[in-house]
């Protein structure tokens, strides 16, 4: 089974950029399709990223597309999230996900990881 760790989150100010990394173990990591969801207080969780296990098939939420970049590196068993010109309204714990494909995601049949914090202050 897959285990995710992300890293690299904290605060940051309106337009401000920041680099999510999730570090996943298990030799099945280049098979998974991955991805990147967020929740924020009182609401649900979003969908906001996700890649391929070939790493050129990508899709992205409305709400991020032109500011947010997915990308893997299959040899570091990493998935990254580069986001750029964040927003307050991007606030939120971002959560790593692995599933065997990007459909997947939105079912149990899924892992994830523990989640970081984001901060966007205005």
């Known amino acids: 089974q897959v285990q995710l760790v992300e890293s690299g989150g904290g605060l940051v100010q309106a337009g401000g950029s920041l680099r999510l990394s999730c570090t996943a173990s298990?030799?099945?990591?280049?098979?998974?399709?991955m991805g990147w969801f967020r929740q924020a207080p009182g609401k649900g969780r979003e969908f906001v990223a996700a890649i391929g296990w070939s790493g050129g098939s990508t899709r992205y939420a409305d709400s991020v597309k032109g500011r947010f970049t997915i990308s893997r590196d299959n040899g570091k068993k990493t998935v990254y999230l580069q986001m750029n010109m964040l927003k307050s309204e991007d606030t939120a714990v971002y959560y790593c996900?692995?599933?065997?494909?990007?459909?997947?995601?939105?079912?149990?049949?899924?892992?994830w990881g523990q989640g970081t914090q984001v901060t966007v202050s205005s």
């Open positions: 298990g030799r099945t990591f280049s098979n998974y399709a």
């Open positions: 996900t692995a599933a065997r494909t990007i459909a997947a995601m939105w079912s149990l049949e899924s892992y």
